[in-house]
């Protein structure tokens, strides 16, 4: 390939194309392509709808991904990682010298991303990595409700529920503002260990967040129907008064 080639991850942030930060355009509009991911070629993601708003289309290639795969480190996912990851080499071959890769959020969380850099990095080895940080689904709902994620010395939990609801019962049962990505279609039992660790009344949840549909509403307003797979639920953590949870030794 010779010189330089340059991978970039971007964040453009849980879905509202005025949430993508002024370094992400720019370093998107400077690549010589922006891949997106989708779950089909004929089909538009939700990346894809946010880049479109700040980059021109023929500079956008969709790469096939199996987002919505729930079956672990399956063969089909495998094999889109390394599907996507030649189609960046050949874009290095063909001779771009920077390709970027749009991921929805944040690139180094929860993000397709870190397979993609990977795979290319075995393929390509000089390949250059990096990541421009987005706004993430959890910012975005906290602001959208009102929701605190951390104050003073409180510790502030992220999980998958994908990742088991007896995982984010434990989290519930601490002292922390609790933050659960994947929940749509675990919402009854969700539901169910709020109410019984005391967390239902304050809790919140967003789906479809930036996009027509969305939701942004107290979760015991749910009555168990199920939500889009990428709902994000807050659960602050329980707070006594101003100030209560600073330390003796906060000098801010």
């Known amino acids: 390939m010779g010189g330089s080639t340059r991978l970039v991850g971007v964040g453009v942030g849980p879905g509202d194309p005025e949430l993508v930060t002024v370094k992400a355009v720019r370093r998107m509009r400077e690549a010589d392509v922006v891949l997106v991911p989708v779950l089909a070629l004929d089909e538009p993601g939700r990346a894809e709808a946010t880049v479109r708003e700040h980059v021109p289309e023929r500079a956008i290639e969709r790469v096939v991904f199996a987002l919505n795969d729930r079956g672990g480190r399956s063969e089909r996912r495998t094999r889109a990682w390394d599907e996507a990851a030649r189609t960046v080499v050949r874009h290095f071959e063909r001779g771009a010298r920077g390709v ?13 991303f870190s397979y993609l850099a990977r795979t290319v990095r075995a393929m390509a080895p000089d390949t250059d990595v990096e990541t421009v940080a987005g706004v993430t689904a959890m910012q975005d709902l906290a602001s959208r409700s ?44 969700v539901v169910s260990v709020l109410r019984e660790t005391g967390r239902l009344d304050e809790a919140v949840y967003g789906a479809r967040l930036g996009l027509d549909g969305e939701e942004v509403e107290p979760v015991a307003k749910l009555d168990g129907e199920a939500l889009p797979y990428l709902s994000t639920l807050v659960a602050p953590a329980h707070r006594t008064g101003r100030g209560g949870k600073l330390s003796s030794s906060e000098e801010w």
């Open 146 to 189: 009102g929701s605190v994620l951390a104050e003073g010395t409180e510790p502030l939990t992220l999980l998958p529920v994908t990742a088991g609801v007896e995982r984010l019962r434990s989290a519930l049962e601490s002292d922390a503002t609790v933050v659960a990505y994947k929940f749509g279609r675990f919402t009854p039992d």
């Open 100 to 112: 970027a890769f749009a991921t929805i959020g944040d690139p180094n969380i929860y993000s397709t």
